[in-house]
Structures are given as structure tokens and as C-alpha cells.
């Protein structure tokens, strides 16, 4: 089962309003949070073969073999 592209922008925004509506945090406060939240996760979606780079969404789940056609990462690396 394949989950959804990794939308940073959704996540930020999700983040944001959580802290905002949820927790009663001031709207400078959820931004920060939300940054480094969404720095986290970014981090974790990135392949970490120094020669990739490549968000885990521009590999092939079941072969781990990246998209990026002048890429030659055969695994994503966590």
C-alpha cells in the first residue's frame, strides 16, 4: 500500500492550525514549531545516499530504485 506524496506545505498548514486551534499556542509560536517540524520531516523523506539525495516519492517503494532518470541510487537509504 503506497501512502501519498510527501506535501510539506500540507503538513506546515496542518501543523500551524493544530497548535493554533487545539493547543491555544500564538500564531508565532505554531509557525516555529511547524518549521521544524516540517525541517523533520523533509529530513526523514530524503535519501540518504550522498550521491541521491532524492525524496523517498521519486523512489520505487518495492525495488527501492529511484525515478531521477541520471540517478544511480539502486536503494533508499534511511
Known amino acids: 500500500m503506497m501512502s ?6 500540507e503538513l506546515y498548514n496542518r501543523v500551524v492550525h493544530y497548535y493554533i486551534d487545539k ?20 529530513t526523514r523523506h530524503t535519501c540518504k545516499n550522498a550521491e541521491c539525495r532524492h525524496l523517498m516519492d521519486d523512489h520505487i517503494r518495492t525495488k ?15
Open 23 to 42: 493547543k491555544g499556542y500564538s500564531k508565532e509560536k505554531a509557525n516555529e514549531i511547524a518549521q521544524r517540524v516540517v525541517q523533520r520531516e523533509k
Open 4 to 9: 501519498h506524496t510527501f506535501d510539506p506545505n
Open 64 to 78: 527501492g530504485t529511484c525515478l531521477v532518470l541520471d540517478c544511480d541510487c539502486r536503494e533508499f537509504v534511511s
